[in-house]
């Protein structure tokens, strides 16, 4: 494994870690914000580690800044790898990311974080976290 995929891999098993520890504590913005972040690392962990990202036009090195978990997906599909996660996974959590963050700006008008809400997400963020570690190893 490279050295840089092993960091970004440790940075997202905190985040899933940290999900857990907020949501124990009801802490539920907190929560979802290390979910999303757990799980777009993972994704990016496996672009770094499985592709060789100059022979992709779709995803440039500066592009790995991207919040965006369906993109990241995408491009995934695209080098042959499959991974635990869909597409309507990853629109959920793309739509918790802002509002998990900022209490205006919304992407849901009546956005209100609860414990049903987290625990749909944690499963997909240890889907994904599970998923990642044994295509790695």
């Not at 050295?3 to 940075?11: D, F, G």
């Not at 499985?50 to 995408?74: F, G, Q, S």
Request: proline share 4%; aromatic share 10%.
């Amino acid at each position: 494994m490279k050295n840089e995929t092993r960091k970004w891999l440790n940075y997202a098993a905190e985040n899933l870690k940290a999900a857990y520890i907020a949501f124990d504590g009801n802490l539920y913005n907190v929560c979802l914000q290390n979910i999303q972040q757990s799980v777009e690392k993972n994704l990016k962990v496996l672009i770094l580690e499985k592709a060789n990202v100059e022979e992709y036009d779709e995803l440039p090195r500066e592009e790995y800044r991207t919040h965006n978990t369906r993109r990241l997906l995408n491009f995934i599909d695209k080098i042959g790898i499959i991974i635990d996660i869909s597409i309507d996974d990853c629109r959920m959590i793309d739509q918790i990311y802002i509002p998990s963050k900022y209490p205006t700006g919304s992407a849901w008008p009546d956005y209100e974080p609860d414990q049903t809400l987290c625990y749909q997400c944690l499963d997909i963020a240890k889907r994904v976290d599970m998923s990642v570690n044994q295509i790695i190893s």
